[in-house]
C-alpha cells in the first residue's frame, strides 16, 4: 500500500510568481490535457485536437498575462496559474484558463487567484467591471457562477 500523498501547504498568495520558461510544459501540458475533458474539446480527436488547440494555447501565453502559483518554500514546485487579460478600455478582464493541481482542489486556490485577479467585486455589481472567460470546464462551473464570469470563447481570437 502506498503512503497517501503529504497534505498541500496552505495557499499563500506571496507564492504567486509571473510565468517563465521553467514553467512552459507544467503550464501547456495541463492545460492542453484538462481543456481537452471539457465539453467542448471532448469528442474531438487527440490529433486533431492538439494540432489546433496547441497554437492557440502558445499564442495566448505568449500575448496574455499568465501567473503560476508554487510551494511557499520551494518555487519549482508548481501548484496552479492563470492565464488573463485586463483590458481597461472595455472595463473588462478576460480569464483565458486556470488550472490547479487536483492535490491542491477544492481548498480555495482558484477561488484565491480569482479574488486577487478582481480585486474590487462591488464594481461588477455596479456591472461597471465585465469579466469574461474564454475556456470553461466543469470544475471551473462554481467560480464561473460566483464571479459572474459571462462565457465568450471568440475572444481567444483576439476580438472584443
Not at 6 to 25: C, G, Q
Amino acid at each position: 500500500m502506498s503512503a497517501l500523498p503529504k497534505p498541500p501547504e496552505p495557499f499563500d498568495l506571496t507564492a504567486f510568481r509571473p510565468y517563465s520558461e521553467s514553467a512552459v510544459n507544467f503550464v501547456e501540458a495541463n492545460w492542453l490535457r484538462t481543456f481537452k475533458r471539457s465539453n467542448f474539446a471532448f469528442l474531438v480527436d487527440k490529433p486533431t485536437y492538439y494540432k489546433n488547440e496547441r497554437p492557440i494555447v502558445r499564442n495566448l501565453l505568449k500575448h496574455a498575462q499568465t501567473v503560476i502559483v508554487t510551494a511557499h518554500n520551494n518555487p519549482d514546485q508548481f501548484q496552479a496559474f492563470m492565464n488573463f487579460q485586463m483590458v481597461p478600455a472595455h472595463d473588462t478582464i478576460i480569464l483565458n484558463y486556470i488550472y490547479v493541481k487536483r492535490i491542491y482542489r477544492r481548498l480555495g486556490y482558484a477561488r484565491r487567484m480569482l479574488e486577487k485577479l478582481i480585486p474590487a467585486p462591488e464594481l461588477l455589481e455596479k456591472d461597471r467591471l465585465k469579466v469574461v472567460c474564454t475556456y470553461d470546464t466543469k470544475d471551473f462551473e462554481p467560480n464561473r457562477k460566483r464571479f459572474g464570469f459571462a462565457y465568450n470563447p471568440y475572444l481567444i481570437r483576439g476580438t472584443l
